[in-house]
């Protein structure tokens, strides 16, 4: 597969994975790996609910996640993309 093939875009974000990067207006974003791979799961979840637990299996893999930690990363991604984006 064309790695562009995994580019996904929504508003003026680019959310690259092979790359591990993410862009607004093709300005790089800093965001940390847990939020990147949050924002990953749930988009390519996009229209669906997200378990608790599927998200801590994915984005936490054979560790013992805390609401406290999806929380935060939550907070994270809304910084960056807006409040009501999740």
Do not use: Y
Not at 35 to 52: D, E, I, R
Request: proline letters at 5%; glycine letters at 10%.
């Amino acid at each position: 597969m064309e790695p562009d093939a995994c580019v996904l875009r929504f508003a003026d974000f680019e959310w690259r994975p092979h790359e591990q990067r993410l862009t607004q207006a093709g300005v790089p974003v800093d965001i940390g790996g847990r939020a990147f791979a949050l924002l990953g799961l749930l988009a390519t979840c996009s229209g669906k609910v997200v378990s608790k637990d599927e998200a801590f299996a994915q984005v936490w893999p054979g560790r013992v996640g805390e609401d406290n930690n999806l929380q935060a990363q939550i907070a994270a991604l809304r910084r960056v993309l807006g409040r009501d984006a999740i």
